[in-house]
């Protein structure tokens, strides 16, 4: 995967005025920001994503629609155009995000990786059918529709859990319960 230069922001996401390359950002544990874009249809389906089989963490493991680091000196609205039209080749604008919330997510996903992330976190209707999106292969394996209940029901589950990247449970509650108030 490219490496890229990243912002880095203080244990509070407030800008330090440091720039590092996103590499070295994981290998020090320096906190920095990415987006989550999360697509869904008036049916009550997520867009997933399953991520490419040679990413250096969570490899082949399913995950938001879209997803992101906010390059050094971009907004994170700016970020979240790029990094929809890079990997589903959406074009879509400001306009079509929503803002939902900014979340605190500190894991360990590969030895010698320490991602400390501030997600800004972003919905935004599909509209389109997932036949006219264009994948990324460097970063998109494949991408799936799935409903709402479905997820909920794979997420309890612990053998299907296993094909999820392992975000925070609150984090997949706040998704999908903002999902469900704009749906009913």
């Known amino acids: 995967m490219a490496d890229?230069?990243?912002d880095i922001v203080d244990s509070l996401g407030n800008?330090?005025?440091?720039?590092r390359l996103k590499s070295e950002a994981h290998r020090l544990g320096l906190y920095h920001k990415s987006v989550h874009i999360w697509f869904y249809t008036l049916r009550g389906?997520?867009?997933?994503?399953?991520?490419?089989?040679?990413k250096d963490t969570y490899p082949n493991l399913w995950d938001?629609?879209?997803a992101g680091h906010i390059s050094a000196g971009e907004t994170p609205e700016i970020s979240a155009i790029r990094e929809v039209e890079e990997e589903i080749g959406l074009k879509i604008s400001i306009d079509d995000l929503e803002?939902?919330?900014i979340y605190l997510s500190k894991k360990e996903p590969a030895p010698g990786i320490v991602d400390n992330e501030f997600h800004h976190i972003y919905l935004s209707k599909l509209s389109i059918p997932l036949q006219k999106l264009?994948?990324?292969?460097?970063?998109?394996?494949a991408i799936k529709l799935l409903?709402?209940?479905?997820?909920?029901?794979?997420l309890s589950n612990s053998l299907d859990k296993n094909k999820y990247v392992p975000h925070d449970e609150s984090y997949f509650h706040l998704i999908i319960d903002?999902?469900?108030k704009r749906i009913h």
């Open 4 to 6: 890229e230069l990243i």
């Open 15 to 19: 800008q330090t005025g440091r720039i």
């Open 45 to 54: 389906e997520l867009l997933l994503q399953k991520r490419a089989i040679n």
């Open 64 to 66: 938001v629609s879209v």
């Open 99 to 101: 803002f939902l919330d």
């Open 134 to 141: 264009k994948l990324q292969k460097e970063e998109v394996a």
């Open 147 to 154: 409903s709402i209940d479905d997820f909920k029901n794979e």
């Open 178 to 180: 903002e999902i469900n």
